[in-house]
């Protein structure tokens, strides 16, 4: 299938450039191929449970990018096992005494039912208390959660895009925040919008900034080459031990993936 259409304009002439999306399947393993007017092949392994993805030349045929795949499958196995073995959250039941994390801390949940309006409180930096109407359910406690969440998340991006924007010389026309199962942040440069994930909340704060910092480095180089990563080590030098600690931190349980 035609995937994504890219479109940009050198003097009168248009250039229009096509991906084709397709699934393969090799050695009960499902791999998705982007063909894309480009040269080498790029071969990814993706969190959170090791989806394989390879990008190819338009050119290349099923049988050369099975062969390629082929040689890859130890590499790709360690991966795939190396994702699928880390620790996942299990299901919040938003009940006094769980564990939650928020900004790189673990805290204990206090459940308090009151006939007030529902509000979130950090007490000794240990405890959550979560102050609900009595006979809440679980979705309902759930979505007031994730609307905390997403606040908190805007005040720490708020001055994190302020404060990077003035470091490295770039604009962007805005930021949002979304849950998203397989990427902690994505660029539109065309558009310079920046996605930010919600669970990056859970985070430490510097996890949250190296993401910024690596989405706004998209507006200067957007494909992840020599040149971007010169811009990471002279904008962020320690953005590598970041970049481990967030592959390496516990991912959020997500129903069906």
């Known amino acids: 299938m035609k995937d994504k259409f ?3 304009i050198f003097g009168n002439k248009k250039v229009t450039k096509e ?3 397709s699934e393969i399947r090799i050695n009960n393993l499902d791999v998705t191929v982007l063909k ?4 080498n092949l790029h071969l990814n392994v993706l969190p959170p449970d090791g989806r394989v993805r390879v990008s190819v030349p338009k050119r290349l045929n099923e049988d050369n990018i099975r062969l390629f795949v082929i040689s890859k499958l130890p590499w ?8 699928q073995s880390q620790p996942r959250e299990t299901p919040r ?10 900004k790189g801390a673990r805290y204990i949940l206090n459940l308090i039912e009151y006939d007030g309006k529902h509000k979130i409180e950090i007490r000794n930096m240990k405890y959550i208390d979560f102050y609900v109407k009595k006979n809440m359910n679980r979705e309902q406690k759930e979505r007031i959660f994730l609307r905390w969440h997403r606040k908190e998340l805007e005040k720490e991006l708020l001055n994190i895009f302020i404060e990077w924007q003035n470091i490295m010389g770039v604009v962007i026309k805005e930021w ?3 849950r998203m199962k397989t990427k902690w942040g994505t660029c539109n440069t065309k558009a310079k919008r920046i996605w930010i994930n919600l669970e990056l909340i859970k985070k430490p704060v510097y996890c949250i900034e190296y993401i910024v910092v690596h989405e706004l480095v998209h507006l200067l180089e957007n494909n992840h080459n020599k040149r971007f990563y010169g811009y990471m080590d002279k904008f962020m030098p320690q953005w590598k031990s970041y970049k481990k600690e967030l592959n390496e931190s516990v991912l959020r349980y997500y129903a069906g993936i």
């Open 176 to 178: 949002r925040i979304k």
């Open 36 to 39: 894309k007017d480009i040269k």
């Open 19 to 21: 991906v084709i999306k």
């Open 76 to 83: 790709i196995r360690k991966h795939i096992e190396h994702f």
């Open 6 to 8: 890219f479109t940009n």
């Open 93 to 102: 039941e938003y009940i006094t005494g769980e564990s939650h994390y928020f």
